[in-house]
């Protein structure tokens, strides 16, 4: 129970990675809101998982690169869990899409740099006011912001650099708050990302190429996550921590 009294905010948290991280957050004794876009009876489930596991939640649909929806999902967190936040974890983003840069236009640059950047910065924006010494933001980036991403992801890749920088910015400048701010940059993990924007044959070509000869399942990175939101991760900020097997270090 690391976590215990502890109020996390989670975007993305009702499925896939973000079902796992609130979940996980939650087995530690931490009190969990959970973001959702457009599916509530997977937040519904997720909001069981995470009762089930003893703790208290929140679910609260919300498209977070809005500035209104993200101030509306603070808030109802605040005002159920007593008006702090200790812990952020900023999992939306995605790739979206695969397209060359012939085939992109101002609407498709604008929409992988909300839903991946613009996102982190609202909330982070939004949750620092809440936090006090002791605190944790954990961001997402990519992979693919170290190497530049596959075929017609160069925007998604870019994206997820900007999250990069983004992360050291914030522990420079909170880090004097004693607020720490770190990002993981996830390969390949066996979510519903990679069904829909990988190709079966190709991830199993790739296992053999990982040192550990396996996807990383939604598990290993709540683990990471838990981590970096504890005390045990306490003189770690700014750090963009590789979780891919082996397939690339940094």
Excluded at 96 to 121: F, H, P
Excluded at 225 to 241: M, Q, W
Aim: glycine residues 12%.
């Amino acid at each position: 129970m690391k976590l215990k009294g502890k109020v996390a905010i989670v975007t993305g948290g009702a499925r896939d990675l973000g079902r796992a991280i609130s979940v996980k957050l939650a087995s530690e004794g931490a009190k969990v809101a959970i973001n959702y876009y457009d599916n509530p009876e997977d937040a519904e489930e997720t909001l069981k998982m995470v009762e089930n596991a003893g703790s208290q939640g929140i679910i609260v649909q919300g498209d977070m690169t809005k500035a209104e929806d993200v101030k509306r999902f603070f808030d109802a967190a605040a005002a159920k869990f007593g008006n702090k936040i200790d812990i952020l974890v900023n999992v939306v983003g995605g790739i979206m899409g695969r397209k060359l840069i012939t085939e992109q236009d101002e609407n498709w640059y604008n929409a992988l740099m909300d839903v991946n950047m613009k996102s982190c910065w609202l909330c982070t924006r939004e949750a620092v006011p809440y936090m006090t010494e002791g605190g944790a933001i954990v961001n997402f980036s990519s992979l693919a912001a170290r190497d530049g991403g596959g075929p017609g992801a160069s925007l998604y890749a870019t994206a997820k650099g900007a999250v990069m920088t983004f992360t050291r910015s914030m522990a420079k400048e909170l880090g004097p708050k004693g607020i720490r701010v770190n990002a993981l940059a996830p390969g390949t993990i066996a979510t519903s990302f990679h069904d829909k924007f990988n190709t079966p044959e190709n991830r199993e070509r790739m296992k053999g190429v990982y040192p550990l000869r396996r996807e990383g399942d939604a598990g290993d990175v709540a683990d990471l996550v838990a981590f970096l939101a504890s005390a045990d991760s306490d003189y770690l900020t700014g750090t963009n921590i590789d979780i891919n097997g082996g397939m690339a270090f940094s």
